[in-house]
């Protein structure tokens, strides 16, 4: 086993994937559009569950049976979900899904998993035929979750019997928020999703209207309150990084992890997590230091930075999202780049959310910091060599397909590899212990 997965190559789940017989044909699909994620969080900011999305960014191969083109996008998500690997990585978290009414019959629902899976439907035209389907699916076990403007007469027997109401909270104040709710105050029993929630004063509004869950990226968005500057605790660990950015002695190194014993326990901690794959555990500071060396030492350090002794839920959710935009970073750059530069693109990926994390200017924190001049680059100015990869990891996260192709174009990526290197990226943050 390699010393650590962080450098390891990821594997191709798509390709190992096999649909049922009756829809044998779907395994060879393995060039799905672009997968674009967006996080469901609780009341505490704590990341519980993605949206996952397909977006067209050019014309998709027709599936056989597949009679609209939403219904191939369906296909290829379907497909990525029930991997056995995303499956077991992800079992802890829902993944709410988007489908056509159409799909509501394909064989590949079968395969999900019911304890997490969750299957959002918005019909425009609810007939007999589908409301019946619906209701059958919901007693069947499966999760429903209805759009709110969906909310017609005819759909409430279908709205009592559904795990959860999903309303539009993007450009709502509290009164038009409330005013929905009145509306269906009759309908007792699904918990509430607002989504499009992209500020803390509108996350803060849905709270109070007890609101359950929240769909958007209203955690990386810079505080309200306004910043103190850099905390101790996090001004000790940038110490420690520029130490060893400095390549500095290891007794000198583990001298300032004694300084702060929280700090060797969340470390070891992190390395010793499952996603990080050595084949013993590390016992002390000193023997992660010989075990990883500078420079895998100076990716752990990093996270450290969103896990200080005051972090709250939303630090944590910042963390969990620049795992994976830095995972990913590196996955769609490391075959691009010399091998001397590719552990920026994980080091850039993670920094790229501490603007949001500490509520400063991004010059501000990276004066701190004794950064390669490549990654300062790319987080104030957005150019450099790690750049597009770190935009088109940012695109990801529910962007703009058009941008996402572009991208995708320019640095001479496929569909398939970009997908694949987002799975994964989700697969691998879920193999650690933050």
């Known amino acids: 086993m390699s010393l650590s997965m962080l450098t ?31 996080p469901l969080l609780d009341q505490a900011f704590s990341i519980i569950g993605y949206e996952l999305k397909v977006n067209q960014a050019g014309p998709l191969p027709v599936l056989p049976g597949a009679t609209s083109l939403r219904q191939i996008q369906d296909e290829a998500l379907l497909v990525s979900v029930i991997d ?11 993944t709410l899904l988007k489908v056509n009414s159409e799909t509501l019959d394909n064989p590949l629902l079968d395969k999900l998993p019911r304890e997490s899976a969750i299957l959002a439907v918005h019909p425009q035209n609810p007939t007999p035929a589908l409301l019946a389907r619906c209701q059958a699916l919901a007693r069947e076990g499966y999760a429903l ?31 038009a928020l409330t005013d929905k709710l009145v509306r269906i105050q009759s309908i007792q029993g699904p918990r509430l999703i607002a989504r499009n929630v992209e500020n803390e004063e ?16 209203f955690f990386a968005q810079p505080g309200l ?32 992890f004694k ?18 794959g050595l084949r013993y555990p590390v016992r002390s500071i000193g023997h992660a230091l010989l075990m990883l060396g500078h420079d895998q030492l100076y990716r752990w350090l990093t996270l450290l930075l969103f896990t200080h002794q005051e972090s709250d839920g939303r630090s944590q959710a910042l963390l969990k999202n620049a795992l994976v935009r830095a995972r990913l970073t590196e996955l769609v750059g490391k075959d691009q780049l010399a ?19 500490l509520n400063l200017p991004m010059a501000q924190i990276l004066a701190e910091l004794n950064l390669a001049e490549p990654i300062v680059e790319a987080l104030l100015h957005e150019r450099g060599i790690y750049a597009p990869y770190l935009r088109l990891a940012t695109a990801l996260e529910n962007g703009n ?8 174009q320019a640095l001479g990526l496929s569909h398939e590899s970009v997908n694949l290197a987002h799975m994964n990226a989700l697969i691998w943050s879920e193999g650690l212990e933050v």
């Open 225 to 256: 309150a306004r910043a103190r500057g850099i905390d101790t605790s996090r001004l000790r660990i940038i110490k420690l990084l520029n130490l060893v950015m400095s390549h500095a002695e290891f007794p000198g190194i583990e001298a300032q």
């Open 8 to 38: 390891a190559p990821f594997k191709n789940p798509l390709h190992q994937r096999a649909p049922n017989s009756a829809n044998a044909e779907l395994a060879d699909f393995s060039t799905p559009r672009f997968i674009t994620r967006q």
């Open 202 to 217: 509108t996350f803060a509004a849905c709270r109070k209207l007890s609101f359950d869950l929240f769909q958007g990226y």
């Open 401 to 408: 397909p058009k941008t996402i192709g572009q991208l995708t």
């Open 259 to 276: 300084l702060d014993p929280g700090l060797s326990v969340k470390m070891l901690r992190f390395i010793n997590s499952v996603g990080v």
């Open 339 to 357: 091998k001397e530069d590719r552990d920026g693109l994980f080091i850039t990926g993670i920094l790229s959310m501490l603007e949001a994390l």
């Open 145 to 175: 979750a209805l759009d709110e403007a969906a909310l017609l007469p005819g759909m409430i027997p279908l709205a009592m019997q559904s795990k959860y109401l999903r309303f539009d909270a993007g450009g709502n104040d509290l009164m």
């Open 84 to 94: 056995l690997e995303y499956q077991q990585a992800l079992n802890r978290r829902l």
